[in-house]
């Protein structure tokens, strides 16, 4: 089993739509990190997480240390949302999830 | 917020040569950086973790005589892919860990190299 399980692996949606994907982890952690990885390869990270939520404009990041389970939500999704999204677990090292590879239609 | 900067973005070099790879960090000292490849439509694998001043830690299944790691600076940390051959084409990405214990990561740009 892999220390990261992200779902769902694709996901396609219509402009405006709400979006969620999920990380499940095995292992404990520090912290976890939301990354955003466009086709060009470049990679942002969006949120790091120890505990609770956090906003950013349309993004919100849960997380839950009891249950080893953290989410990414998009708000009103627009088609610049479209790319590929990780979860990394930062415990002394790092450990990735396969990603998301979100597509959204206008 | 910080910027971490690599350098070439893209490579492209004969089978059997030596290639480096750069790594900086802009406007902070990153005493830990770490190092990824990605394969096409693959997530990012972490290949070792880069800290000042002592050797690196390679994760399983990485060659440590293949990969040199050296980070011999607060803001810089090199990957020499020694000997290239093809299977070694891939794009290599780095990080570094911002400063406290737990603190924001930041990726550079990524770099595509591809052996001949």
């Known amino acids: 089993k892999n220390e990261v399980e992200q779902s769902p692996q694709n996901l396609t949606a219509q402009e405006g739509e709400f979006i969620t994907i999920n990380c499940s982890y095995s292992v404990g952690i520090s912290a976890l990190h939301w990354l955003q990885q466009h086709p060009g390869g470049g990679i942002v990270s969006l949120f790091m997480l120890s505990s609770g939520k956090k906003k950013h404009g349309r993004l919100i990041a849960t997380i839950n240390i009891q249950e080893k389970h953290s989410s990414l939500h998009i708000t009103a999704s627009h088609p610049r949302d479209s790319a590929v999204y990780i979860c990394?677990?930062?415990?002394?090292?790092?450990?990735f999830g396969a990603g998301t590879r979100l597509t959204v239609k206008p | 917020g910080a910027v971490v900067s690599q350098h070439p973005s893209w490579v492209i070099c004969k089978s059997g040569t030596s290639v480096k790879i750069e790594c900086r960090s802009l406007?902070?000292?990153?005493?830990?950086m770490f190092w990824y490849r990605q394969f096409p439509k693959q997530s990012l694998m972490l290949m070792a973790t880069s800290n000042e001043g002592s050797k690196a830690t390679y994760e399983q299944g990485v060659e440590k005589d293949k990969f040199l790691i050296n980070h011999a600076s607060l803001t810089l940390s090199t990957l020499t892919v020694t000997s290239a051959h093809p299977e070694d084409s891939s794009f290599y990405i780095c990080?570094?860990?911002?400063?406290?214990?737990?603190?924001?990561?930041?990726f550079g740009e990524g770099s595509r190299l591809t052996v001949l």
């Open positions: 990394a677990l930062n415990n002394n090292d790092m450990r």
């Open positions: 406007d902070f000292q990153a005493t830990t």
């Open positions: 990080s570094a860990l911002g400063q406290g214990g737990i603190g924001e990561l930041f």
